[in-house]
Structures are given as C-alpha cells and as structure tokens.
C-alpha cells in the first residue's frame, strides 16, 4: 500500500470516518472517467484542485464537483488573496500527493481548504484517495469538518 493511501486511511480512521476505499485498475485521471468508474454521475466526484498563494510558497484546496471548473478570480476572493496554478513540484511538497491523487485529506502540511456547494446536494460522493487509483466514498456533509473547509460558490457554472 502507497504512503499517499496509507495517510488518507490514516485520516479518515482518525475522524471515525469509515469510508470505502475503491481500488480502480483504469486509473482517475479525469472525473469523467472516475464517474464512469464507479457508476456514479459527475458532480459526485469530489475534485481536489490546488492553487498556489500568492506568495508562492504556499498552496489552497477548492474541492469541487466533478462537472465544474474552478473561476481562479471567485476562488481568490473567497481565499482573500491572488492565486496561480501550482506546479506538481509544489503539490507534492505541500500535500505529498502527485497531481491525479490529491486527496481532501492526508495533507502532509496544514492546507487552508474550501468546498464547493454544489457537492451537498448528494448523499455520496467520491474523493481521491492519494493515488491515481483509489476514491473513497463519503458522505459530503463530513468534508468541511474533515478538512476544516469552508462551504462557499468558486466554480464556473
């Protein structure tokens, strides 16, 4: 088992939370396809998209449903500062996970996080895992205080 999947079950278990853990041999490099994957529609999957603060040094994480796409101006106002694309280099050394596994959870450095509305709407919804290859299920009213996020509108409808 990775170090990535080790941390997010690490995570969940520390919350009390037991979530599936989906173990999916195509991979999930695109919502779309981890829809597909696990038999569920595309704002069911949690996507975990990272900014990197304006002073570069530093990242933000916007969970968001699948189906949407991140306004980088909505998303900085929200965070209360200009953000920019952060390079993998960047994720891996703030989060520990590589782009295509980033998970909500198991950061390995504090991560100021916000979720998008859109994922309350549902009972489920899946979230990667650490790895290309593992989501886990949950219910998506647990991911603000699992990740100490902030509910708010960022996306582009």
Do not use: W
Not at 38 to 47: L, S
């Amino acid at each position: 088992m990775s170090k990535s999947l080790k941390r997010v079950r690490a995570a969940l278990a520390a919350a009390d939370i037991a979530a599936e853990v989906v173990e999916l041999q195509a991979g999930t490099k695109t919502a779309e396809a981890a829809a597909n994957a696990v038999g569920c529609g595309i704002d069911q999957i949690a996507k975990s998209i990272i900014f990197a603060t304006d002073d570069g040094a530093g990242v933000v994480l916007f969970v968001t449903a699948g189906g949407r796409q991140v306004d980088p101006g909505l998303a900085g106002n929200l965070a209360g500062q200009t953000l920019a694309k952060a390079d993998a280099a960047l994720i891996r050394a703030r989060t520990g996970f590589a782009i295509g596994g980033v998970s909500p959870v198991g950061h390995i450095h504090p991560t100021p996080s916000f979720i998008d509305k859109r994922l309350l709407d549902f009972d489920l919804v899946y979230a990667a895992a650490g790895t290309p290859h593992h989501l886990f299920a949950i219910d998506p009213r647990l991911l603000p205080g699992l990740t100490g996020g902030v509910v708010g509108e960022f996306t582009e409808i």
